[in-house]
């Protein structure tokens, strides 16, 4: 084809984009109607290709924290072209704006949007599971087989038989989330987590603070005077913030990358540190010893706000507890060493009941010491009500255990030289606000919770925790109260959100495959405190019900969990109904019985938030979605209308269920209406307003 003498049409008519446009378009001018333009030469060609019908805002309704708005750019009802904004504020006078944003991933959203592994239709498998065997089916037949089969399973073994999980990438897009917490709060279905699901869950910090989230905005690595860029690759991996690392280097900052690899944020650092992979424990409390050696301590910080004061029973290495003294004494009352009156006091802050609920407005406890200073150092006797028994505190332990870690001595495990781990250490205490930047995938490794509680450690000891631009970063979550609000709105909650790590290990081979890795001493420790959680309570049991069907959206379980195979052999493959809603044809939907077409996030009206960033994003519908796909949000409510009107027609009554022990009646039935409230929540967009 020659471009200088074909017209517009016939030039247009030979592309792919018409191809789509045909098929898919929703533009109210189509080629056809346009008139007929002469090109006489190359830069017509050029100018017409940087035409379009409109632009839309739109930003990523993935598992994505960038959270970058972009411009598309809209011709003949095809996204063909992403362009990314730069309009970001900053969060504070102190610190540089939020700007560029974007990344080359990002570029790419609308090719994936257009790619062959989209799901069109709804369909039924028809051969074997994952033989890729398929039937085109009608919204109005996939709705219904899997309603009817959603009452079967909540009537025979109750709702608690049914799993509807939330993805990764369904959890940033607040609308269909609340959706998600609707459903599951009207109909009493398991709403698996997923931040232990992708092993993003950090243990340690849960361990050390009773918090998962330790973290700030991504503004606050400015603020650091010495920023530990530890088990992260920012540049690579957080790529519309890594600015903040390169512009705190000229704020002053001592910028180190701590990475066996020689990685693209190592290029960009002050100071790269190359440690043998997996020894990043042992450097931590390497820099732990030269902290205590050195003295560099936050002596105010330590006594007041952690439990290095706290003494320690040297009979049983536990803390010494006001059970212990007295049988009245409540179990969580912990103590300090008085020196002036050569006794035991009662820590602040501890040996009460916190009220459960909301917070008190005045809070009733304070960890404000006055003039008081516990002793940090030494070893005493105390009266129990079993005798007499030598503590000491939890700081003497600390400084006896971290004398095992000299540099010297963990130089031969770590391979970084004893004078380069001293000169970070004295860096990072000494610089008034000492950051350590983690990512997620710390939270990946066996005993990755010794890493994050050795950083902790460090941050205590120079006060760095919560101070600004300082203690450990891995991530935020975003405020939550108007989603639990329209999650809950005229029903109360009645939520069952399930911790995935022990749903697994109740639903597949989980002690055996330990075994198989680690052998049968770890196998039956980790056993039989998983035993204990469920006696105690302290866990639900999920091995009582059977797990008869999954709906899976937003994620790819069946490629992500970590035992792969053996995961879809011992638990995926034994669940009766297996239903995918997904965008794309994964190796989730290959297992599955159903799957169910979702819209791409250009083709959906939401919102997006993020912890780490100070701004929400709209979602705004580019363009129809494609084929026969829906939002999310439409396919829980029209599933719910679906069972509400099955539930009319089989006459099914309330079903029995029962939460924190108390009897409690859902009235399927209704579902749809509740779903909607009836009928105020016509959209998404209705929840965004709510939402806001
Ligand atoms: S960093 Fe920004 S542009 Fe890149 S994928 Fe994430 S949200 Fe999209």
């Known amino acids: 084809m020659n471009p200088t003498t074909t017209t517009r049409r016939g030039f247009v008519t030979a592309t792919a984009a018409l191809g789509l446009s045909l098929k898919y378009g929703c533009s109210s001018e189509t080629p056809e109607q346009r008139p007929a333009q002469i090109y006489r030469g190359w830069e017509d060609l050029m100018r017409n290709k940087w035409t379009w019908d409109r632009v839309v805002r739109g930003s990523r309704g993935i598992n994505c924290t960038g959270h970058c708005a972009f411009n598309l750019y809209v011709r003949n009802g095809i996204v063909w072209r992403e362009e990314q904004q730069g309009e970001y504020g900053a969060s504070g006078d102190d ?84 959706g998600l917490f609707r459903f599951g709060n009207i109909t009493g279905c398991e709403i698996p987590e997923t931040f232990a699901g992708v092993g993003d869950l950090p243990v340690g910090a849960f361990m050390t603070l009773g918090h998962p989230l330790p973290g700030d905005n991504m503004a606050a690595v400015y603020k650091s005077k010495c920023c530990l860029v530890w088990v992260c690759n920012p540049a690579a991996t957080r790529i519309p913030d890594a600015h ?62 952690t439990d290095l004061p706290f003494l320690v029973r040297l009979d049983n290495q536990k803390f010494l507890r006001a059970s212990d003294l007295d049988d009245a004494g409540q179990e969580d009352g912990f103590y300090f060493w008085d020196a002036d009156k050569q006794a035991p006091v009662l820590a602040p802050g501890t040996g009460f009941k916190p009220a459960f609920g909301p917070a008190a407005e005045e809070p009733k406890e304070s960890l404000l010491l006055g003039d008081f200073e516990p002793a940090l150092e030494g070893q005493w006797t105390v009266a129990s009500k079993d005798g007499d028994v030598a503590v000491t505190t939890v700081y003497e332990l600390v400084k006896q255990n971290a004398q095992n870690y000299t540099p010297e001595n963990v130089a031969e495990i770590t391979g970084v030289n004893p004078s380069v781990t001293r000169n970070i250490a004295r860096s990072f205490a000494g610089s008034g606000a000492g950051m350590i930047f983690a990512g997620y995938r710390v939270n ?33 979550l975003p405020r939550a109260d108007g989603l639990n609000k329209y999650a809950f709105d005229g029903l109360g909650p009645r939520l069952r959100v399930a911790a995935l790590a022990v749903w697994d290990y109740a639903k597949s081979d989980n002690q055996q495959l330990n075994a198989a890795i680690y052998g049968d001493e770890i196998a039956d420790h980790i056993d039989s405190h998983y035993r204990e959680a469920i006696e105690r309570r302290w866990m639900p049991d999920y091995s009582k019900k059977p797990w008869n069907m999954a709906i899976m959206a937003g994620h790819n379980p069946v490629s992500w969990r970590a035992s792969g195979e053996r995961w879809r052999e011992t638990a995926l493959s034994k669940v009766k109904t ?3 809603i997904t965008p794309d044809m994964s190796a989730t939907a290959m297992h599955s019985d159903y799957v169910l077409p979702a819209a791409h996030h250009y083709e959906i009206q939401d919102m997006t938030m993020e912890g780490r960033t100070p701004y929400v994003h709209v979602l705004n519908a580019a363009v129809e979605p494609l084929g026969d796909s829906k939002p999310d949000w439409f396919i829980q409510k029209e599933l719910l209308e679906k069972i509400s009107q099955l539930a009319v027609e089989r006459s099914i009554g309330p079903i029995q269920d029962s939460m924190f022990g108390q009897p409690i009646e859902r009235d399927y039935t209704q579902a749809g209406e509740l779903f909607t409230l009836n009928g105020k929540f016509k959209e998404p967009r209705d929840v965004v307003e709510f939402l806001f």
């Open 244 to 305: 903040f690392f390169w512009e705190a280097r000229y704020n002053g900052t001592d910028v180190v990358v701590i990475s066996p690899d020689f990685n693209p944020s190592a290029m960009h650092a002050s100071k790269w540190v190359n440690l043998k992979p997996g020894t990043d424990a042992a450097l931590a409390m390497a820099m732990v010893q030269t902290i205590i050696a050195d003295g560099t301590i936050d002596w105010e910080y330590v006594r007041e706000q």
């Open 95 to 178: 610190v540089p704006d939020y700007g560029p944003r974007g990344c080359q991933k990002g570029l790419r959203q609308a090719k994936q949007m257009y790619g062959k592994q989209r799901v069109l239709y709804p369909m039924k498998r028809v051969g074997e599971r994952a033989e890729g065997q398929w039937q085109r089916i009608s919204w109005d037949q996939a709705l219904t087989e899997i309603a009817d089969k959603f009452i079967d399973y909540a009537v025979t073994d109750g709702p608690t038989s049914i799993s509807y999980a939330m993805g990764t990438a369904m959890i940033l897009k607040r609308a269909v989330f609340g």
């Open 444 to 476: 990946k490794w066996l005993h990755g919770d010794l890493i994050l509680r050795a950083w902790l450690l460090m941050c205590a000891l120079t006060g760095d925790t919560g101070r600004a631009g300082g203690g450990v970063q891995t991530t935020n």
């Open 578 to 580: 297996l239903v995918a």
